[in-house]
């Protein structure tokens, strides 16, 4: 039989954990072995980590698969465990939300501010007519009022989609529709590349197709002008003049929290629905265990934004939920200058800081002298989240932002496992460079062949779990059979997460892009993770994209896109010289099967709204097809500037 996909990249650096940070860690080894024991007991001791208004009967009904039901019977609201149980332990004076806007103005929460205004937006919301159960959209920039208005839904049992601000009026109409949303919280805009951008009037066009919209509710943060309409409504005034008296009603654990649509990378946005007990409790223990916080004297800042589910899980209920103080800033990474993201480190004295490998090549790509000019002394735990993390750019974070000692938690996971899934234990493991190494505790992933059997050490192929988890997905909102047809049947009771993976030789656990990406060459399966990784570990190149273009020979051949780092010359025949040098570099570090048939030195590479590399457009090009969709790129002008740029960094020799 065919391997399922190649092992080719061999990394052998490993880095413990520090000493001081394994001797104070909040997770230690023993988490292993009594998951390991039970399972269920362990999940049942986090989610006692919560407080619950009515105790579970069950830990897990499994009766029905792949239907479940975590914490059966147990009733808790999800707004009194990130606020109210804080204020009335004390810690009202607690800031949990230091935000910086893009333009330098700044706002400090404490505790007890999240919880009056979470009260009041509570109760405004209840005014308009929101019940328990009804979903709200929410469209929002990154200020305060969007964890405000999550936390409020949670609050009165409403169900949120949070739709990502940049994206379109189809986009967010298309959502409201699935959803049937009866209110939208929107602002008239937010601060983006250092000049308000607005986001009204995009409301306004998709709320016109929205019949079941009833209510649209405003935060001004601009102050620009905004059309008005009879159900728009001023969330200052609406939110104000609401008492800030609420009493928090249990739900029950599998009552639904929110709803949240994937980018769409690959198809028809899914509405991923998830519940409330199950999914608090491990977004709560996986931020205590994965990021060590310590929420008396940790300043975590978590980069992602509240439309991606990392910005629910990491700004909103796990960080909140432990009391933690956080940093929430509202722009972009380059305003007004390309250090912000440090100076913001080094103001607010961040020591945990959650980011993703795509920010990570930029500021490779920006220089080290950016990092070197601040202060980052603060920090004491690095994270990353969103795509694999390729090797070097995991040493450059871990040298130039960690001062070559902090350790790093890669860490694997979807909106649809709602939490964490596989990582490092800071306190525990000796990481890997471009490793998410094990699965947590209490967590059961494999790599498995294309029949459903485990692959040996060394070996490639799907990611799957096998095992039921607290925070899963519960369906695809409105549609069961698409739920059990995309994540249920690939393998016989297991769920496929659609990712590639291989174990190495020690077992652990290595990421190797989506398996819709593998390219077939001349009959081996190669990851473009692996490729790219390679492509990365030569200094002169910052970031990597790679795909499988039709071949008349070997089938696919491999067609490489490269950003040089800072000041790499590749002017005329030094360009020439650098692709020679880097495809000779691809052959030797995996070796001749890997060695790319074409490699073209570009200024930029087309990316999801999250970040992520969006390979299909790049295989359009390879095979010089006219651009398929290209609504969900980050920045349409990318693919202009990667076509124009092409000629004279094409080599084709031999
Ligand atoms: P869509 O499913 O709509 O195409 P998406 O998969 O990008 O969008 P997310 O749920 O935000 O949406 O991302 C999850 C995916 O991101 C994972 O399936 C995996 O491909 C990738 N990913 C996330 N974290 C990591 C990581 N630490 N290492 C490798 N890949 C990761
Ligand atoms: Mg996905």
Known sequence: ??????????????????????????????????????????????????????????????????????????????AYNCLDRHVEAGNGDRV??????????????????????TCQAANALTDLGVVAGDRVAIYLPMIPEAAVAMLACARIGATHSVVFGGFSADALSNRISDASAKVVITADGGYRRGKPSALKPTVDEAVANCPSIEHVLVVRRTGEEVAWSAKDHWWHEAVEAASAEHVAQPFDAEHP?????????????????????????????????VFDLKPETDVYWCTADIGWVTGHSYIVYGPLANGATQVMYEGTPDTPHK?????????????????????????????????????????????????????????????????????????????????????????????????????????????????????PNGGGGYLVLREPWPSMLRTIWGDDN????????????????GDGAKKDDDGHIWLLGRVDDVMLVS?????????????????????AAVVGATDPTTGQAIVAFAIPRGTT?????????????????????????????????????????????????????????????????????????????????KSDED
């Not at 949990?96 to 205004?117: K, M, N, S």
């Not at 000692?405 to 234990?425: C, F, H, N, R």
């Not at 390979?615 to 006219?626: P, Q, T, Y």
């Open 1 to 78: 039989m065919s391997e399922a996909l190649a092992n080719l990249l061999n990394e052998t650096r490993q880095f413990p954990p520090p000493a001081a940070l394994a001797a104070q860690a909040n997770v230690t080894a023993d988490a292993y072995d009594e998951a390991g024991a039970d399972r269920l007991a362990f999940w049942e001791r986090q989610a006692g980590r919560l407080a619950w208004a009515r105790p579970w009967d069950e830990v897990l009904d499994w009766s029905n698969p792949p239907f479940a039901k975590w914490f059966v019977g147990g009733q808790l609201n999800v």
């Open 96 to 117: 949990a939300i230091h935000w910086e806007g893009e333009p330098g103005d700044t706002r400090t929460l404490t505790y007890a501010d999240l919880h009056r205004l």
């Open 257 to 289: 929290l929110f709803i949240l649509y994937t980018s769409g990378t690959t198809a028809r946005p899914k509405g991923i629905l998830h519940t409330t007990g199950g999914y608090l409790t491990q977004a709560a223990w996986t931020a205590h265990a």
């Open 339 to 455: 250090g912000r993201f440090w100076e913001i480190v080094d103001k607010y004295k961040v020591s945990i800081l959650y980011t993703a490998p795509t920010l990570i090549r930029t500021m490779m790509k920006w220089g080290d002298d950016i990092p070197a000019g601040f202060d980052l002394s603060s920090l004491r735990l690095l994270g990353s989240v969103g795509e694999p993390i390729n090797p070097e750019a995991w040493m450059w974070y871990r040298q130039h932002v960690g001062r070559g000692e902090l350790p790093i938690v890669d860490t694997w996971w979807q909106t649809e496992t709602g939490a964490i899934m596989i990582s490092p234990l800071p306190g525990v493991t000796a990481t890997k460079p471009g490793s998410a190494m094990t699965p947590l505790p209490g967590v059961v992933a494999d790599v498995v062949d294309d029949q459903g059997q485990s692959v």
């Open 482 to 497: 698409r739920f059990i047809e995309t994540y249920w049947s690939r393998f016989e009771g297991m769920y496929f997460a």
């Open 523 to 543: 009959g081996h399966n190669i990851s473009t993770t692996e490729v790219e990784s390679a492509l990365v570990s030569h200094p002169s190149v910052a970031e």
């Open 569 to 649: 010359d590749i002017s005329g025949e030094a360009g020439e010289r650098l692709i020679t040098e880097l495809r000779n570099h691809v052959a030797k570090t995996l070796g001749p099967i890997a060695k790319p048939r074409q490699i073209m030195l570009v200024p930029e590479l087309p990316k999801t709204r999250s970040g992520k590399i969006m390979r299909r457009l790049l295989r359009d090009v390879a095979e010089n097809r006219s651009l398929g969709d290209v609504t969900t790129l980050q920045d349409s002008s990318v693919m202009e500037l990667i076509s124009s740029g092409l000629s004279g960094g």
